[in-house]
């Protein structure tokens, strides 16, 4: 239970986690034109139910390209400036600040952070992408194969497994990609330097990675019951529904995106602020 939870004495226990979760939360809610960039941070939870659906949607083979859509929004190139300039404004110092010079952090500061690394950080997505897609890819055609031919009972035994595979998987890939996003943000490093930076974080330490990941899954499923219990109180105000959840899903971004800096830092990721040789320098 304690590999779990963690000890004090551990680089990043559960308490730790869940303590700057609660810091990024109380950061992040404060009103700011920067939620539009918390809007389109991916949390760690999404290649995952991209991956459960696209696999028991594999029977049907109209919906594979509906299940595609579901990241369209992450694949418009200017939409990544936004992404991983949040992601560099998202260590305290640098947060602090954006806020000490304008009194809040706005997306006019996510902007600025995020000039120069459009580019890497696309491609970096690209990269994450196809490592799903190998994956998906494969059960999504051993699952239409069996289904074709009718051994509907055999797709069940068989999806099963590949279905938590799939799901698993994607998870190890969407940590992957958060620690690399920080460090391409932070350092200005190129695709490949971040991914196998952010992996070797993620060996450094596989259970404080973990207890990471599932911090930010809590936050998930916080917000999707959230938004559920809401529905159901207040399903006849339907505008104001999707106002409400467009605003909570903005700042549970912003959220994100603070904690995993907090997160990348206690695996041991440097920053220019740090003053190592061979990083850019500090600054935005």
Same mark, same amino acid.
């Given at each position: 239970?304690?590999?779990?939870? /963690? ?28 939620? &539009?960039?918390?809007?389109? %941070? ?11 659906? *696209? ?61 120069? $690394?459009?580019?890497?950080? %696309? ?16 059960? %999504? $055609?051993?699952?239409?194969? #069996? ?8 797709? %069940?035994?068989?999806? /099963? ?29 190129? #695709?490949?330097?971040? &991914? ?25 499923? *916080? $917000?999707?019951? $959230? ?25 549970? /971004? ?20 740090? /003053? ?9």
């Amino acid at each position: 239970m304690s590999t779990w939870i /963690g000890n004090p004495g551990d680089r990043l226990s559960l308490r730790a986690a869940q303590s700057a979760l609660a810091d990024s939360v109380r950061l992040a809610a404060r009103p700011s034109w920067i939620w &539009l960039a918390g809007f389109m %941070y991916p949390s760690v939870m999404l290649l995952p139910a991209f991956g459960a659906r *696209a696999t028991l949607d594999s029977w049907d083979h109209d919906a594979m390209p509906e299940a595609a859509g579901t990241l369209l929004p992450f694949l418009v190139p200017p939409l990544m400036l936004f992404v991983v300039g949040l992601a560099r404004l998202s260590t305290p110092r640098g947060w602090d600040a954006a806020v000490e010079r304008n009194g809040r952090a706005r997306l006019r500061d996510a902007w600025t952070a995020g000039k120069g $690394l459009l580019w890497p950080t %696309y491609g970096l997505w690209i990269c994450v992408l196809l490592l799903d897609l190998i994956v998906l890819g494969g059960s %999504y $055609l051993v699952l239409s194969s #069996v289904a074709d031919q009718g051994a509907t009972t055999v797709a %069940y035994l068989i999806g /099963g497994p590949l279905l938590l595979f799939s799901c698993a998987y994607a998870a190890v890939i969407s940590v992957l990609f958060q620690l690399a996003l920080h460090s391409l943000a932070q350092n200005r490093r190129g #695709v490949v330097s971040a &991914l196998q930076h952010g992996w070797r974080l993620a060996q450094n330490d596989p259970w404080a990675t973990v207890r990471s990941a599932l911090v930010d899954c809590a936050l998930s499923l *916080a $917000l999707w019951a $959230l938004i559920a219990f809401g529905a159901r109180i207040i399903f006849c105000f339907l505008p104001f529904l999707w106002v409400a959840h467009a605003c909570l899903t903005a700042i549970t /971004g912003v959220a994100r995106a603070l904690y995993w800096g907090r997160v990348y830092r206690a695996l041991g990721g440097l920053t220019p602020e740090d /003053g190592v040789p061979g990083l850019p320098p500090a600054g935005l």
